[in-house]
C-alpha cells in the first residue's frame, strides 16, 4: 500500500466480540471473520473512533515504546489486510469487490 486512505471505516456488516484480551471480527454476510490480538484489538479501536489511518499511527506512538517504522509496517500490514479482506473500507468507497449494497 503505497498510500493510506484518508478515512476508514468498519464494513455495515461487520460485528465485534471480544474475547479476553482479544477481538473478533465477523463479517455477518460473507462469513469472512479475523481474530485480532491485543495490539491489533487496539489498532482496529482506534480505527474505528478516529477513522483515521494518520492518527492512529499516532494513537501507536503513544502506547508503544517501538521505532516509528516499525509502527508504520505493522498498521500498514494490518489495514491491507482488513481492506482486501472487506472487513474495513474506505470512505467512500463501495462494499467488497463484486458485491452490491
Known amino acids: ?3 493510506w486512505p484518508e478515512s476508514v471505516r468498519a464494513h455495515q456488516d461487520v460485528v465485534t466480540q471480544t474475547v479476553g484480551e482479544d477481538l473478533i471480527l465477523l463479517n455477518l454476510k460473507t462469513g469472512v471473520y479475523w481474530g485480532l490480538n491485543r495490539s491489533g484489538a487496539f489498532i482496529w479501536e482506534e480505527l ?3 477513522h ?3 492518527q492512529t499511527l499516532a494513537s501507536l506512538r503513544t ?3 517501538a521505532d516509528e517504522s516499525e509502527l508504520k509496517s505493522a498498521l500498514t500490514q494490518l489495514l491491507e489486510q482488513l481492506l482486501h479482506s472487506g472487513l474495513l473500507i474506505a470512505d467512500g468507497a463501495p462494499g467488497p469487490k463484486g458485491r452490491q449494497r
Do not use: E, F, G
Request: proline fraction near 8%.
Open 48 to 50: 474505528s473512533r478516529l
Open 63 to 65: 502506547r508503544y515504546a
Open 52 to 54: 483515521s489511518p494518520r
Open 1 to 3: 500500500m503505497n498510500r
